[in-house]
């Protein structure tokens, strides 16, 4: 099966919103890679609630939700009514994560666990089973066009481990800093999802340059 390719619209044009949307409508993108950040939990802020429901309005591909915000629990059924499919949150901003990712199952959606640079995926093995997506930052959050951590292969390979271990269907997505270059490697290390934000939006073709990163 091929690598899912989820573009991050952190890295769109935000006055043509509906345009790069119906843009990633018309190219083999699996998910639309949606960043929200509190300003808190990230040093950044990015877009809520409203614009996760506009732009799901115009989406014709699963919305993958990746809540870079303190106190997610409050905000779950909120972007799930917004639309998202899957719902990601930071196992460093989770007291409770066991109880919020069954709480995202509750409502419908996939549930996934991001986790920062310095955390192991060692972490995981006793909530895996509750998570239908591992998020691995492959940069610090907060921030598109950062440079790609290299650990982050020797991080995806251990994930891989794990999971087949507990014999779940978890998908391992990589979260920053992705492009042609590291691409074959994340995939090889067994990588299901790459998330791209620059790397599509600032190319010539987005709609060619998802093709060939697909088609890796
Ligand atoms: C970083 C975000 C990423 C980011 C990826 O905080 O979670 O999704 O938009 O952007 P690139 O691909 O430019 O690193
Ligand atoms: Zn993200």
Known sequence: MSVKIAPSILASDFANLQKEIEMLNASETDYIHVD???????????????????????????????????????????????????????????????????????????????????????????????????????????????????????????LKEIIIEQGTSTEIEIDGGVNQQNAPLLIEAGADVLVAGSFVFNSADPIETIKSLKSL
């Open 36 to 158: 929200i950040m509190d300003g808190v939990f990230v040093p950044n802020i990015s877009f809520g609630i409203p614009v996760t429901e506009a732009v799901n309005r115009h989406a014709n591909k699963p919305l993958d939700v990746h809540l870079m915000i303190t106190n997610p629990d409050q905000y779950l059924s909120a972007f799930k009514e917004a639309g998202a499919a899957i719902i990601s949150v930071h196992y460093e901003a989770c007291t409770h994560l066991h109880r919020t990712l069954q709480a995202i199952r509750q409502l419908g959606c996939k549930a996934g666990i991001a986790i920062n640079p310095h955390t192991s995926v060692e972490l995981l093995k006793d909530v895996i089973k509750d998570t239908d997506l591992v998020c691995i930052m492959s940069v610090n959050p907060g921030f598109g066009g950062q440079k790609f951590i290299e650990q982050t292969y020797a991080k995806v390979r251990r």
